[in-house]
Each structure stands twice: as C-alpha cells, then as structure tokens.
C-alpha cells in the first residue's frame, strides 16, 4: 500500500506539474519565453531573459506544486485506505464464520459448516475447505463412536445377562450346580474374552502398536499350518478346502498373521458354510508383497460394501443375532492387522456366488 500510495502521488503531482508547465509557458513574457524555448533546444539563453525566466516561474508555479503534492498526497492515502478497508473486510469476514464454526464444533456440534464465498482469496478458500474436510471427518467419528458404544453394549448385554440370571439362580438354589450349567457359563465368558481381545486389537492398531516382532517368515506353511489345526472346524461346517500355497516369503509378526487367518477362517465356517467349498491361496506377486485369498461358495457380501467396510460390527446375517457366533469385529480385525503391515484388506464377490477376501501385506 505505501508503493501505491507513493506511486499514486508521483503520478498526479507529475501530470499536474505538466500541466502547469504549460499553461505557464503560454503565458510567459515573449523575452521569457524565448529564454525557456531556447533551453529546450540547448541553446543558452541571455542573462537577463534567463533571470526574468526563473523569477516568473518561481513566483507563479512553486506554491501550486506543493498544494499539488499534498493534495495527491491525501487522495493516494484515502484511495489506499479504502482498498485496504476492503481486503481487510474480504479476509476478516470468512475468519470470522470460521472463528464462529469453530466455537461450535468446540461445543460438540460436528454438523457446523462454513459456506465458500466466490470472491474470497484462495488461500481463504483452502482453509474454509480444510475446514469443512476437519469438520465432516469429526462428524464421521462421532457418528462412528457413537455406533460402536450402542453395539459393544448390545454385544456384552446378552452374555453378561446370562452370566449373572444364570449364577444368581445357583445362588437361590433355583438351578442345580451341574457341570454342564458350568460349562455353557464358561462359553459365555470365553466369548467375552473374544470381544475384549478383538477390542484391544483394534485399541493397538490405533495406536500402531500391533505389530512388534517382525521375523522373515514364509506365509504358505503359516497357511498350510492353521489349515491342518483348523481341520475339526472345517469338518463340522462341511467346508471341503482347496489349497494353492505358493511360497510367499515376507518380513511379519507371525502371530498376528495366524490371527488374521483364523479370523478370515472363522468367518467362512460361520457364514459360507452353505457354499460346501473355501479355497485358500497364498502368491507372492512381482513387486514383491504377499497376498493371501479365501475364496468360498457362501452369500456373498451385501451390495451396499461401504457398510462392511465402515462397520467394525457388521455380521453376514442381517438379524445381528449370535446364532452363528462371533463378535462381528473379524473383518475389522483382519483389516487392521494388514495396515499394520502396510497393506490393505480387498473384499468382492465372485461371479456365480460366493466371495474373495484378499490380505496384502506389503514388503517391509
């Protein structure tokens, strides 16, 4: 602003002092103005006319160039002001909505938005728009934790009402202590336990603290391995398993790919069981990460795989009902341990029935 004021002050006093110039000189003695043409074209002039010369230019013209420069001066200074006004209003005003956004997010209300204007600055509008990106992902959040409270409640209700009507009849003598009262409440804690170690896991992945013990392992035979233990399961599901464990050699923690493909084994016997058949493979694709696919028969994934993929909860039967067992963290648990090795989880249904679940772990 004060190279335009500056600027704007030259400008005028220049044009004005042209100005004068002129009407001076044609209004000069003849003697005077033959003294001032002879000085444009290098001749000097005689002494007397030159000395009759500067006193008619100093009495007539000093007094307006300086009037002249304080009156630009003020006009540049005002103009400048009152774009200043402007740019400071242009950018003080999205701050302000922002300012009030802000205070309202800090209440708790993710909802709050800040509207783009078309003649803000563009670094106001990337901030209005980093703003708005903040503010949905907290909405996003919010909406997530609020979901995950209302299910690891209506996860825990049911064991732990059977937990407790079934030890307070003991207690009043109503059901007999027999082992097999015993064993079914020892089912009902075991499945507690599930749901408090699937939350811790998902607790450790957000902390990146999943994985801590990388070792050069080949995941074929830690495939091959859980298959071979994993064979009653698959027998009483009637699960027929076909196999095509390529080598894949990769840097993981070994226990936690064992507790991803038991997850993803789990999953199949309980919801693609009707299928009859899972096919289990292994590859170590060219840029040298590793990939393990389950292929089955069953249901399939629902069309809408946002849900699946959002929903640390989400079962393959839409009753949510523990009929077939599980916490419904599975798939959030295998997720979790592949971005902890850097890779990713790829769900899709097969042509014909069925679907692919993919971990890809990638090369450390």
Not at 73 to 81: D, E, I, K, P, V
Not at 93 to 108: C, D, F, H, I, N
Not at 127 to 149: G, I, K, P, Q, Y
Not at 150 to 166: Q, V
């Amino acid at each position: 602003m004060l190279v335009l004021s500056v600027g704007m002050t030259g400008l005028g006093v220049g044009w004005y002092a042209s100005y004068i110039e002129k009407g001076t000189t044609d209004n000069l003695p003849p003697k005077a103005a033959a003294a001032f043409r002879d000085m444009n074209e290098g001749v000097v002039p005689d002494r007397d006319a030159l000395k009759l010369l500067f006193d008619h230019i100093e009495t007539q013209t000093d007094l307006r160039i300086q009037l002249s420069i304080v009156v630009c001066g003020l006009f540049s200074a005002l103009t400048c002001a009152t774009i200043g006004i402007y740019l400071a209003r242009r950018i003080v005003s999205p701050l302000e909505e922002l300012t009030s956004a802000a205070r309202t997010l800090k209440e708790g209300n993710f909802s709050a938005r800040v509207a783009a204007s078309p003649n803000s600055t563009r670094e106001i509008s990337s901030l209005v728009e980093s703003f708005n990106a903040l503010a949905t992902s907290l909405e996003t959040m919010e909406e997530r934790l609020r979901f995950n409270n209302m299910a690891i409640a209506h996860e825990l209700r049911t064991p732990l009402t059977i937990l407790r009507g079934s030890m307070q009849g003991m207690l009043d003598g109503v059901f007999p202590i027999k082992q097999k009262t015993i064993s079914d409440l020892l089912l009902q804690v075991e499945g507690l336990t599930r749901i408090v170690e699937d939350l811790r896991t998902l607790s450790l992945a957000i902390d990146q603290k999943l994985v801590m013990q990388r070792q050069d392992l080949d995941v074929a035979l830690v495939v091959d391995a859980i298959l071979a233990s994993a064979k009653p399961l698959l027998d009483t599901a009637k699960l027929q398993v076909e196999t095509r464990l390529r080598p894949a050699w990769i840097s993981a923690d070994s226990s936690r790919i064992r507790q991803a493909v038991v997850a993803l084994l789990e999953n199949a016997c309980r919801y693609a069981a009707s299928g009859g058949r899972l096919r289990c493979e292994t590859e170590q694709l060219p840029d040298g990460n590793v990939v393990i696919r389950f292929l089955d028969r069953g249901p399939g994934f629902p069309e809408d795989m946002q849900a699946v993929a959002v929903n640390p909860f989400w079962r393959g039967d839409p009753s949510r009902s523990r009929a077939t067992g599980g916490t419904g963290l599975g798939l959030s648990v295998v997720r979790a341990i592949a971005v902890a090795h850097g890779g990713h989880l790829e769900l899709a249904n097969r042509s014909g029935g069925g679907a692919i679940v993919a971990i890809y772990l990638q090369r450390e």
